[in-house]
């Protein structure tokens, strides 16, 4: 059997064994409208309830401020057109120039319809300095929108900074934090946010679920119609299985998020090599710098046929040819087995 190794953890994570063993009764047996009002509905809505208290708790957050999305991307869109559209005056909104699609996309959908959009330029290593924001923001500002972690380089912002100059100008401040939550720990009321994206599937949850945070007394627009379920703000029948996966996936990252930074730093300092037995791959890895910042998932040998221990190395610039390793270039996140 062909031996591989997943290099692309930024992209995606393979599923916590025990969030998937989690999301099978309600899959299989328990799979009930948590929104219908008879019998057969009530643990669905229990387990939703827990769910939502277990990953509020991970952020440091009310239960009543986490909502659940389809993802990341729903959250960011939510959070940029929520503002916009909930704002008669088109005040402004701004964000970096390194975001990711879900927020840059989304400012220019409602900058073609007349709400203005401030791009703020990154220094060379991928930060937004709180003077750059300093220098943009004004009292016309409505929402200050950065990522937590970039999703390509892994730089980690000052987010805490940046929030206390947008609310000092009585804007909002929302952080796609996807590439953060599970990774590093976040806590939404030291970081002083507003508004955070979350997806499930960068912290070895399952795909199409994440949630946004979003502070009490903040208003934004809902962003789906129809049902009234995520408190009349988010319509669609719930996705048990998949938030009470999420739940787990996220517990776990979280509790597991010491030791799992610990194993990196150390074995950050090692050479990687194909096979330290025959060769060195075609080219060396070079890493700018090793961020501390690593997932509690999984990464696969189909030479072992079993789960081994995932390494992350973030903010490396290189293109490795290794015989069936998988991964964008440059590499986000690159696993081996310990």
């Not at 957050?61 to 704002?87: C, H, L, M, Q, R």
């Not at 189909?302 to 991964?327: A, M």
């Amino acid at each position: 059997m062909k031996q591989y190794i997943y290099a692309d953890n930024a992209a995606t994570t393979q599923l916590d064994p025990q969030a998937f063993e989690a999301m099978i009764p309600w899959l299989r047996d328990e799979y009930g409208n948590a929104s219908q009002p008879y019998s057969f509905s009530r643990k669905p809505k229990k387990a939703i309830a827990e769910a939502r208290a277990v990953i509020a708790e991970c952020i440091n957050a009310d239960p009543e401020e986490i909502y659940f999305t389809s993802g990341g991307t729903e959250s960011d869109n939510w959070a940029i057109k929520g503002s916009a559209f909930s704002d008669s005056g088109h005040h402004a909104t701004i964000t970096s120039q390194i975001e990711h699609h879900a927020v840059l996309h989304s400012c220019e959908a409602t900058e073609r319809i007349g709400y203005p959009v401030a791009y703020l330029p990154a220094d060379e290593e991928g930060r937004i300095l709180p003077e750059t924001l300093d220098r943009y923001i004004s009292d016309r500002t409505r929402l200050v929108s950065v990522m937590t972690a970039n999703n390509e380089i892994g730089t980690i912002q000052d987010i805490a900074g940046l929030a206390d100059i947008a609310h000092a100008h009585g804007a909002m401040f929302h952080t796609d934090a996807v590439q953060a939550v599970g990774h590093i720990p976040i806590d939404v009321k030291a970081l002083d946010v507003d508004m955070l994206s979350a997806s499930a599937h960068k912290f070895n949850g399952p795909r199409g679920i994440g949630f946004l945070y979003i502070r009490k007394g903040i208003k934004v627009c809902p962003f789906m119609d129809g049902g009234g379920q995520e408190n009349k703000n988010r319509a669609g029948t719930e996705n048990t299985a998949a938030i009470v996966g999420m739940s787990i996936a996220l517990m776990n990252n979280t509790q597991n998020m010491r030791n799992t930074s610990n194993s990196i730093r150390s074995l950050g300092q090692h050479r990687i090599y194909r096979d330290k037995e025959k060769a060195q791959p075609t080219q060396k890895l070079k890493a700018q710098r090793y961020v501390q910042f690593s997932s509690a998932g999984r990464t696969e040998s189909s030479r072992q046929g079993f789960p081994v221990s995932q390494i992350q190395i973030r903010q490396c610039e290189h293109d490795i040819q290794f015989g069936g390793l998988f991964s964008q270039t440059p590499i986000s996140c690159f696993s081996i087995s310990e």
